[in-house]
């Protein structure tokens, strides 16, 4: 298989547009599932000291070329002081069996907690070379714009829920405009858009599958995305995106979709602090 292609970071470092997330999957799933990714071609992996699987996705690491795979972590909002900020990154490089993290993101938001200070323990860390790129996950724009206030280190990435029923142009364009690439957490909805009519007809007029309809949606914006499978068919299909193109009416089509609906517990377009359950 052709390699992924990628979007550059304002470092010059490389991101592949398509990688493999990891969300709530643990234990021999993840382990199978992430090798299954790294022999078919994925070089990115997604993964977040929340998700509580970073040992298992190390041990698969440890079977693989560090410097083929673009890695990503995430530090949870409750450990966003400086001192534990540190604390988290080095639980989580020891569990990963790295030196470094290719992306570091604040996974959400805190308002209890300066986000100065977070970001000072993220340029140190930077400095010292534990993350090559600082990013922040599940940012509004609001958010992100006083992020960028308080931030000395370029903020690489905001990853977002964002797919065919929940299409956050605005916040999509103001990333754009400032450099900031978007990456798509639950890009397919959780699935819960596989049986949306239109992806369906628009599938069955490219032979192609509804995930396959919606991921090249995103990625034909500029999108980076993480789909998170356990099936190696998945995974394969995932990959299947880059000899062939929507055309724009199909695109405009997809745009249109009168829906939408955040499949996360909040909505963090109404400029809220969101904190997981």
Not at 112 to 128: G, K, P
Not at 164 to 181: A, F, G, K, S, T
Not at 198 to 226: F, G, H, R
Request: with cysteine; proline share 5%; glycine share 4%.
């Amino acid at each position: 298989m052709d390699s992924v292609p990628t979007q550059s970071l304002p470092s010059g470092d490389e991101i592949p547009i398509v990688g493999a997330g990891t969300w709530d999957v643990g234990g021999d799933a993840v382990k199978e599932s992430v090798d299954t990714a790294l022999e078919i071609g994925y070089t990115h992996v997604d993964t977040a000291e929340g998700y509580k699987n970073e040992a298992e996705i190390g041990e698969v690491l440890a079977e693989h070329d560090r410097e083929d795979v673009f890695l990503t972590s995430k530090v949870l909002p409750s450990n966003l002081h400086y001192d534990d900020v540190f604390e988290s990154l080095e639980a989580s490089l020891e569990k990963l069996g790295t030196s470094y993290l290719d992306l570091y993101l604040i996974h959400w938001p805190n308002p209890a907690i300066s986000l100065r200070e977070t970001f000072n323990a993220l340029e140190r860390a930077h400095e010292e070379g534990l993350i090559r790129n600082v990013g922040v996950s599940n940012f509004s724009r609001y958010q992100l714009m006083f992020a960028q206030q308080v931030a000395d280190v370029p903020i690489a990435v905001n990853q977002i829920e964002l797919h065919p029923w929940y299409y956050r142009e605005e916040l999509l364009e103001y990333c754009q405009e400032n450099d900031i690439v978007v990456e798509a957490a639950a890009p397919l909805a959780r699935t819960e858009l596989f049986d949306d009519p239109v992806l369906n007809d628009i599938a069955d007029s490219y032979e192609k599958t509804p995930a396959q309809i919606a991921l090249k949606w995103a990625l034909q914006k500029d999108v980076v995305v993480v789909p998170k499978s356990t099936s190696a068919e998945h995974l394969r299909q995932n990959l299947d995106l880059f000899e062939w193109e929507l055309d724009a009416d199909d695109v405009a089509r997809i745009d249109d979709i009168d829906r939408m609906n955040n499949v996360y517990m909040i909505d963090l377009d109404d400029d809220t602090y969101g904190i997981p359950p």
